[in-house]
């Protein structure tokens, strides 16, 4: 793939992450709020912050699909992965069950 082309992808990426976080559902990560920040994107790596609530981790896990879907780039699931504080099992639980049917990650980490 091109420079080019991978950058306006990158883009587009940033737009739409943009977009999940302006949503009255969507609940920043509390050290994350005060400057909108839900992600970062360095190279071909990306960070997503948000609140360890499922609103918020299943809006961010449905914008990155659409994003795959969009533009072919799919997250490698062998490099991916969730780390949580603080979040009840129940989240936990249907955060896995979600993660697992868009096919997006393979380790999940407490850091608590």
């Known amino acids: 793939m091109s420079p080019l ?16 976080g302006s949503l009255d559902k969507f609940r920043f990560h509390e ?44 997250p490698n699931k062998n490099k991916s992965e969730i780390y949580w504080s603080g979040m009840k099992e129940t989240d936990f639980l249907r955060v896995v069950s979600i993660s697992n049917t868009l096919a997006c990650l393979s380790t999940l ?4």
């Not at 082309?5 to 999940?20: A, C, D, E, Q, T």
């Not at 980490?109 to 608590?112: A, E, G, L, M, R």
Request: hydrophobic share 45%.
């Open 31 to 74: 050290n994350c709020k005060i400057l909108n920040l839900n992600h970062l994107s360095f190279a071909d790596d990306v960070l997503l912050f948000f609140h360890g609530d499922y609103q918020s981790s299943y809006l961010m896990l449905l914008d990155m699909l659409l994003f795959s879907k969009t533009s072919g780039l799919y």
């Open 5 to 20: 082309l991978f950058v306006m992808g990158v883009k587009y990426l940033s737009r739409s992450m943009k977009k999940v």
């Open 109 to 112: 980490k407490d850091i608590s």
